[in-house]
């Protein structure tokens, strides 16, 4: 008998389209956080830099002097709470209601694009609107 077989390997995380698709993704996502920071007011390329962007999404969302809370993002439990924060305060300085804070937690993937590229405008942090003193 001859037990010698060619072993290919099936795997989801080796196939080629597999990794294409992460890769459309990655740069999807990169392209909604961009427009969703111009939206904001601050430089897209701000989207790209790691840890630096939720730095930002700290600071625009919860106001300012709030962006050293991203680190509660390293806590295991704490950061599922802060994110869920951090989503319907998203919301909220958009002018979206609590239904879309919920779509923005539960389906990122649909909603922020709604977010980035429809009419939404950012009011300022928490809703608040932020008038300039000129």
């Known amino acids: 008998m001859d037990y010698s077989q060619t072993y290919y390997s099936n795997s989801l995380f080796e196939s080629t389209g597999f ?4 890769f459309v993704y990655a740069i999807f996502s990169i392209i909604v956080l961009w427009k969703v920071f111009v939206k904001s007011g601050i430089p897209g390329w701000w989207s790209i830099i790691p840890f630096a962007n939720w730095y930002k999404m700290f600071e625009l969302y919860w106001a ?4 050293f809370m991203f680190i509660l993002l390293f806590i295991p439990i704490a950061n599922i ?3 869920i924060m951090l989503y319907s305060k998203m919301a909220k300085s958009f002018g979206k209601g609590g239904g879309f ?6 389906l990122n993937i649909v909603f922020m694009p709604i977010l980035a590229f429809g009419d939404a405008s950012y009011i300022g942090p928490d809703g608040i609107p932020i ?3 000129e």
């Open 64 to 67: 300012k002097g709030k962006g």
């Open 101 to 106: 804070a919920v779509g923005l937690i539960l």
């Open 131 to 133: 008038y300039n003193k």
């Open 19 to 22: 990794l294409i698709f992460l």
């Open 81 to 83: 709470i802060i994110s």
